[in-house]
Structure formats: C-alpha cells, structure tokens
C-alpha cells in the first residue's frame, strides 16, 4: 500500500511509541466484557489496532477508526496478519461520528480522547453518549506526561487554552485533564472504575439504563 503522508508518520514509524502491543488492560477488560455479554465494541481512534486486535481475537465484534491514514493503513496490514476481521475506517472525526444511534455495546478510548481542545472533547463524549447502548460501556485509559512532552518538544508546544496545548510538530491540540473535568464530562455515567493520579487515569463507565444526576460527583 501506498501512504499518503499525515501529520503521524513519523511517531507511527518510530520506536517505543506503545504501538507494538496492546495496553495491559486490555486482558482484563476482556473478561469484564464477556462476563457482561459485551459483543460489538468500538475502539476510538484506535492507531495501529494494538487493541482492537487483541480483542477481536478474544471473540469480539471490533470496529476501529483513527484520522491518520497512516495508522489505518499499518492496522490493516497487522490484522491481515493475525487473520482477523476488524472493520477499520479512517474518520477524520468532523459532526457525527459515522456509526447508528445506540449500536455498540461498549467503546474504548485508550490514549485518545485527550487530543482536542475542550469544546470538541464535549462533542466527541455526546457522540459516544449516542451510539452506546443503554447499560452499555465505555472505558477511557491515558497517561498524560505533560512535563515530558514540554521537554522533549521545546519551543513547540504552544498554549491554547487552560489545560489545552497545540503540539508545533504536527499541528494537534492536547488537553491534559484534571479529575474535576472528567467527572463533569461523565456525570450522567454510573462509575464501575474510576482511578486517577498524577494525569493517569483508567475509568470504566457504564451508561445507566435510567438518567442519574451527577453519580461522580
């Protein structure tokens, strides 16, 4: 395949990116998802497919999407290799995302929803809102090391806004959480999991079959 060049290909043709396996979590995620009869799962903006692979061979129905061509491309060459049939797409993730109201029984973001500035991060969790099912999941894992990026990418990270930092090296904006916003972002989600330190976090939310008001608050 012939890859047109985005703003990634060179973190994607690097090394030491966490592209080569899938997140330690993702075993006992797994597990999670089938005890709960979990089958159809979105992975949002998945890279490579580290983990939409992993669980499509766990017996999963897996959907990834990610903005960089590149990163589709080397997904699609990957899953071609362990023989699994996950329906990647490229999205550059404008308005809706391009799935049917309430169609996934869970959806992952592992080291993903994070890269926007704030406004969009608010439409992107509504559109995740939209297309998970009633009692359905959504897990959320990152691990922002801002004072790493500062240093590493002196001179290139610009601020945006509170929180908000425009990467100079290929244009993205990253929002470094704080708990306060993710649980304001997740109000009307029943926390099965919410643990977060030091810009680490991992919160395993499950959207109530009735609307509670601020369950993590």
Not at 13 to 37: C, D, E, I, Y
Not at 45 to 67: E, H, P, Q, V, W
Not at 84 to 110: N, Q
Request: charge should be positive.
């Amino acid at each position: 395949m012939v890859c047109l060049k985005d703003g990634y290909e060179n973190y994607y043709k690097g090394s030491g990116v966490g592209q080569q396996h899938p997140s330690k979590s993702m075993s006992n995620l797994s597990t999670f998802f089938k005890k709960k009869g979990v089958k159809r799962v979105l992975d949002f903006y998945c890279g490579t497919g580290r983990n939409s692979i992993f669980l499509a061979k766990g017996g999963f129905k897996i959907y990834g999407f990610d903005k960089s061509e590149m990163a589709i491309q080397m997904a699609m060459t990957k899953q071609e290799r362990a023989k699994t049939k996950v329906k990647f797409k490229l999205s550059r993730l404008k308005g809706e995302l391009p799935y049917k109201d309430s169609f996934f029984d869970a959806v992952i973001a592992v080291r993903a929803l994070y890269q926007a500035q704030m406004t969009d991060i608010e439409g992107y969790v509504k559109e995740i809102d939209r297309i998970i099912k009633t009692g359905g999941y959504f897990y959320i894992e990152s691990d922002q090391h801002f004072t790493w990026q500062r240093k590493r990418f002196y001179g290139q990270i610009k601020t945006r806004e509170k929180g908000t930092y425009r990467h100079g090296s290929h244009g993205d904006y990253y929002h470094y959480f704080t708990k306060a916003e993710l649980k304001r972002l997740f109000r009307n989600y029943k926390p099965i999991r919410f643990y977060f330190k030091n810009r680490r976090f991992y919160i395993l939310l499950q959207k109530p079959i009735r609307l509670c008001r601020n369950p993590l608050k």
